[in-house]
């Protein structure tokens, strides 16, 4: 559980660096601020869907919040380099953000 937290203390510093709320960012992802508290808590295990939400969000790309692999879970970053590999190799659009 301490790599998770260092994800939801990365989200939170970010997050306050650009003075948003909690609610503004709940708001933007279309959850409550209960919800989003949690993941700023590490209550929730952090997937990709809502690493690149919160990226989208604070306009960085999902390394910056999770760069090292053990910090988010296990393997988190050789599945983030699969995917954008998978998805190239299909044809797929990657995402700006993704990159």
């Known amino acids: 559980m301490?790599?998770?937290n260092i994800c939801g203390q990365n989200i939170?510093?970010?997050r306050r660096s650009?003075?948003?709320t909690?609610?503004?960012m709940a708001f933007e992802m279309g959850i409550s601020q209960k919800a989003y508290s949690d993941?700023?808590?590490s209550k929730v295990k952090i997937n990709l869907e809502i690493l690149t939400?919160?990226?989208d969000i604070l306009q960085i790309?999902?390394?910056d919040i999770c760069s090292i692999s053990h910090k988010c879970g296990n393997d988190f970053e050789d599945k983030y380099h699969d995917l954008v590999a998978y998805m190239k190799k299909n044809?797929?659009?990657v995402p700006k953000e993704l990159l």
């Open 12 to 14: 939170r510093k970010i």
């Open 18 to 20: 650009r003075d948003l």
């Open 39 to 41: 993941i700023e808590n």
């Open 53 to 55: 939400k919160i990226s």
């Open 61 to 63: 790309k999902p390394s």
């Open 91 to 93: 044809g797929i659009e």
């Open 22 to 24: 909690q609610e503004y």
């Open 2 to 4: 301490k790599e998770l």
